[in-house]
Nanobody, 122 residues
Framework: QLQASGGGLMQAGGSLRLSCTASGRTNSIYGMAWFRQAPGKEREFVAAISWSGGLTSYGDFVKGRFTISRQNALNTVYLQMNSLKPEDTAIYYC?????????????????WGQGTLVTVSA
């Protein structure tokens, strides 16, 4: 089970930190990721991290603004988002893969959190 939190309303240029805590069969997880979905658009890969926390990958649009990290003891993955833009407005989902890490297709992920809404105003 994945529980995401941390979304909210922010002005452009501001920062938010999203959290996603995994519970249950965490020993089957190879990697976790954040995706986002804006209204009328497909779900988009944002960032991924290996379950060990040592490897990370980012979507092309991130360009240094977001950082994914993990706190092993808490089974929690974070997405620090800086320099937010109105086009970052979306529902952000965390996901866990049991087959590998760094996958960019939503179909590669078995478990999903409930989503947390991020709204960035101009």
């Amino acid at each position: 089970q994945l529980q995401a939190s941390g979304g909210g309303l922010m002005q452009a240029g501001g920062s938010l930190r999203l959290s996603c805590t995994a519970s249950g069969r965490t020993n089957s997880i190879y990697g976790m990721a954040w995706f986002r979905q804006a209204p009328g658009k497909e779900r988009e890969f944002v960032a991924a991290i290996s379950w060990s926390g040592g490897l990370t990958s980012y979507g092309d649009f991130v360009k240094g603004r977001f950082t994914i990290s993990r706190q092993n003891a808490l089974n929690t993955v974070y997405l620090q988002m800086n320099s937010l833009k109105p086009e970052d407005t979306a529902i952000y989902y965390c996901a866990a893969s049991t087959t590998g890490w760094g996958r960019r297709s939503p179909s590669e992920y078995k478990y999903w959190g409930q989503g947390t809404l991020v709204t960035v105003s101009a």
